[in-house]
Structure formats: C-alpha cells, structure tokens
Nanobody, 114 residues
C-alpha cells in the first residue's frame, strides 16, 4: 500500500485557520470512508472528522462547528478546513480510512499558539 501524503500544517495564532490536504492511494480512497485523525503529545490518536464516499460527514464534539472535512473523488484527496483554531488543537494530523485500514503517513504538524 502507498502511504498517504498529508500537507498544510503550520504555526498559527489562536483564532486562525489552516487547510490540510491528504493525497491518498486510489485503491484505498475509492472504496472507503476517509477520516482525519490527530495525536497530541502524550495522548492517543483520535478521529476528529470523517467523510463517507457519498459526502456524509461526522465530527468529534471538540471540533464540531469549527472544522469541515471534504473529499475530491477525482483527485483521491481529502481536506480538512480548520477555523477558529484553539491551542488544544495542537497535534500531528493524519489521514486514513475510517477503521484505520490503510498505512499511516508522516502526518502534518499543526501548532496553535495562545
């Protein structure tokens, strides 16, 4: 399996925005619901948002109303628009299928300063 490639992270002040992108393998992307996960230092990796093949979205309570997940099925790419960022959103962000059936990529670091 090919690793996904996440990008778009960076350092931003609280209240700011970032847009993450993940280019995934077509073999994985085309048949699975996709998700964005994050892992903060000392914490377990958690699923923060998911999008089905048909575009139905689900969000963790901690990001609901601030984050928007979407996917482009023609590009095998999933996006995460993050607005009103908080310091507690600081983490490495990864994409994978719902159920974590694919390989993990390197992730992209998001750091939110207060």
């Amino acid at each position: 399996q090919v690793q996904p490639v996440e990008s778009g992270g960076g350092l931003v002040q609280a209240g700011g925005s970032l847009r993450l992108s993940c280019a995934a393998s077509g073999a994985i992307f085309n048949i699975n619901d996709m998700g964005w996960y994050r892992q903060a230092p000392g914490k377990q990796r958690e699923l923060v948002a998911s999008v089905s093949r048909g575009g139905r979205t689900i969000y963790a309570d901690s990001v609901k109303g601030r984050f928007t997940i979407s996917r482009d099925n023609t590009k095998n790419t999933v996006y995460l628009q993050m607005n009103s960022l908080l310091p507690e959103d600081t983490a490495v962000y990864y994409c994978n299928t719902v159920g974590m059936k694919g390989n993990w990529g390197q992730g992209t670091q998001v750091t939110v300063s207060s």
